[in-house]
């Protein structure tokens, strides 16, 4: 099974020698960070390229911004061509994690952020690629010179001051615990994409202040995925995204801006293309609330 932005287990040890196939590990953990790269050292599929969350996708948190800042596009582009990713002769890269499409989501909106559209996911991970007991390896993938060069799009993405506008300028501490239904902008649709619980502000395991962002509505990341972390069916994603296609802007965030890139995937499928990303997310938010 193989579409625009999913591709089966199956159909990735089919085309594993494929000259033109890139595969990217994207394994990490929150609460440890260094523990998907030493999964990768351990076991991965044969080929796979190791990017890490912090050190790969994301820059050096700031005072603002958020936890996992994007990247810095010219060292990303450089690791890129580093591994044989061309421009001129785009390959397809397949991503995959064992977090539901958590951090390989990430990537994959990244590539497509800089201009590169070959890029998909494994459905069910690392986990499923294992579960068919297909081989893994140990033995580093010996790397051919590319040449990738950049083409971001910064329309895809927004920062606190965008967002403040479309919200009609609200602050966090005067975040809601509930629904907020803006009749006045009507055009603009506000997606938090963290469990509900953090949504609601019941729980807050990370960020100094707990709730949303006022006029956000919840969309939680996991929903896109079943438990096994397989993409739910087509139908599913677009009855998901139905009541945003007449949105003239979905602005998308999480916590850090990563989880956020699994409900773009989702809702890229169903169709809807006027989605941007708030990077810095709600630990961007969260970080002016001190300001004087």
């Known amino acids: 099974m193989m579409n625009d932005y999913i591709v089966s287990a199956e159909w990735l040890k089919e085309h594993l020698e ?5 595969l990217i590990d994207c394994r990490f953990s929150l609460q440890e960070p260094d523990l998907g790269r030493k999964q990768y050292e351990q ?22 911004g958020g936890r996992h800042p994007l990247p810095n596009i010219s060292e990303l582009a450089a690791k890129l061509s580093a591994i044989g ?3 001129d002769n785009p390959s397809l890269i397949v991503a995959y994690d064992n977090s539901r499409f958590a951090f ?5 909106w990244l590539m497509r952020f800089l201009g590169h559209e070959g890029v998909v996911l494994l459905d069910g ?9 297909y081989a893994v390896t140990s033995a580093l993938p010996i790397a051919s010179s590319g040449n990738f060069v950049p083409n971001p799009n910064y329309d895809w993405i927004v920062d606190i001051e965008a967002v403040k506008t479309a919200i009609g300028n ?4 005067s975040a809601s615990l509930a629904v907020k239904n803006r009749k006045d902008l009507p055009g603009v649709v506000l997606i938090d994409s963290r469990v509900r619980e953090r949504y609601l502000g019941e729980i807050e395991p990370i960020d100094p202040i707990a709730g949303h962002i006022p006029g956000a509505i919840n969309y939680p990341w996991q929903e896109v995925t079943d438990g096994n972390g397989y993409i739910q069916p087509f139908e599913y994603q677009q009855n998901r995204g139905k009541n945003l296609k007449k949105a003239e802007q979905v602005i998308v965030y999480c916590g850090s801006g990563v989880t956020a890139c699994v409900n773009l995937l989702s809702l890229a499928i169903a169709g809807i293309k006027t989605t941007k990303l708030y990077a810095g997310s709600w630990s961007d938010w969260c ?3 001190n300001d004087d």
């Open 18 to 22: 494929d000259a033109d196939l890139i």
């Open 43 to 64: 076991e991965h599929i044969p080929g796979a390229y190791y990017f890490d969350l912090n050190a790969d996708l994301s820059s050096t948190p700031q005072k603002h």
């Open 287 to 289: 970080s002016y609330e």
């Open 170 to 173: 609200g602050s966090p501490s």
């Open 104 to 108: 390989a989501s990430r990537f994959w």
């Open 85 to 87: 990713v061309q421009s």
């Open 125 to 133: 991970g690392f986990d499923a690629w294992k579960k068919k007991g």
